[in-house]
T-cell receptor
Framework: KAGVTQTPRYLIKTRGQQVTLSCSPI?????VSWYQQTPGQGLQFLFE???????NKGNFPGRFSGRQFSNSRSEMNVSTLELGDSALYLC???????????FGDGTRLSIL | DAKTTQPTSMDCAEGRAANLPCNHS???????VYWYRQIHSQGPQYIIH???NNETNEMASLIITEDRKSSTLILPHATLRDTAVYYC??????????????FGQGTILTVHP
C-alpha cells in the first residue's frame, strides 16, 4: 500500500510570492492534516480536512489556507511568503481523523 | 490535550532494550497515549498507541501505569536505525480535535554500536 505522497520535496521561493503544496493521502484515508515544522517551534498543527471540509484549524495567520478534493487529495497554499515561513511542511492522513495518522516526508520550503 | 514530559535525550546500546519514559500526569479518562518517531529528514512515523491496557505490535510495546499518569515505550532490541526523536503525545478520543496532534520536544534516542 502506497504511503502519503507530498510534492514537491523541495521548493525555493522569494518573499512576497505564493506557493501551493500537494498531498496525496493513503488510499481510503479521508482525513488529511497539515503541519509546519521549524527548528524553533517544532511541529505545529495547521489544519485538518475531511470530505472537502475544514474541521479543525491551528493558530496560523490567514495567509495559510488549504483545500481538499473529492478524491481526498489536499493542497495547502501560503500567500505573501515571509522569511519565517521557511520550514518543513508535513501532511498526514488517517481514515477519519481520530485514528493514527501516517505522515509523508514533507516539502521543504525555503524563502529567500 | 494533556501535557507530556519526556527526557531530552537517551542513549542505548545496539541489541539492548530501549525504554523511553513519558509523564502525562494530567491525562483524562478519554485521552489516548500515542508514540511517534521521526528519523532525520523524514516525516514522523506512527509507532503505537493505547488507552489503559498495555499494547504490543511488531515495532514496540507500550506500558501504561495503572493510574495512567505515565507510560513507557519499549523497543525490545534496538538497532542503529532506531536512532530518532521519539514523541509521546496525549490525544483526546473523538471530540473536535480532529486531525490535531500536539507534539512536544520529544526524546532524542541515540543507539550506539
Amino acid at each position: 500500500k502506497a504511503g502519503v505522497t507530498q510534492t514537491p520535496r523541495y521548493l525555493i521561493k522569494t518573499r512576497g510570492q505564493q506557493v501551493t503544496l500537494s498531498c496525496s493521502p493513503i488510499s481510503g484515508h479521508r482525513s488529511v492534516s497539515w503541519y509546519q515544522q521549524t527548528p524553533g517551534q517544532g511541529l505545529q498543527f495547521l489544519f485538518e480536512y475531511f470530505s472537502e471540509t475544514q474541521r479543525n484549524k491551528g493558530n496560523f495567520p490567514g495567509r495559510f489556507s488549504g483545500r481538499q478534493f473529492s478524491n481526498s487529495r489536499s493542497e495547502m497554499n501560503v500567500s505573501t511568503l515571509e522569511l519565517g515561513d521557511s520550514a518543513l511542511y508535513l501532511c498526514a492522513s488517517s481514515l477519519f481523523g481520530d485514528q493514527p495518522q501516517h505522515f509523508g516526508d514533507g516539502t521543504r520550503l525555503s524563502i529567500l | 490535550d494533556a501535557k507530556t514530559t519526556q527526557p531530552t535525550s537517551m542513549d542505548c546500546a545496539e541489541g539492548r532494550a530501549a525504554n523511553l519514559p513519558c509523564n502525562h500526569s494530567t491525562i483524562s479518562g478519554n485521552e489516548y497515549v500515542y508514540w511517534y518517531r521521526q528519523i532525520h529528514s523524514q516525516g514522523p512515523q506512527y509507532i503505537i498507541h493505547g488507552l489503559k491496557n498495555n499494547e504490543t505490535n511488531e515495532m514496540a510495546s507500550l506500558i501504561i501505569t495503572e493510574d495512567r499518569k505515565s507510560s513507557t515505550l519499549i523497543l525490545p532490541h534496538a538497532t542503529l536505525r532506531d536512532t530518532a526523536v521519539y514523541y509521546c503525545i496525549v490525544r483526546l478520543a473523538g471530540g473536535t480535535s480532529y486531525g490535531k496532534l500536539t507534539f512536544g520536544q520529544g526524546t532524542i534516542l541515540t543507539v550506539h554500536p
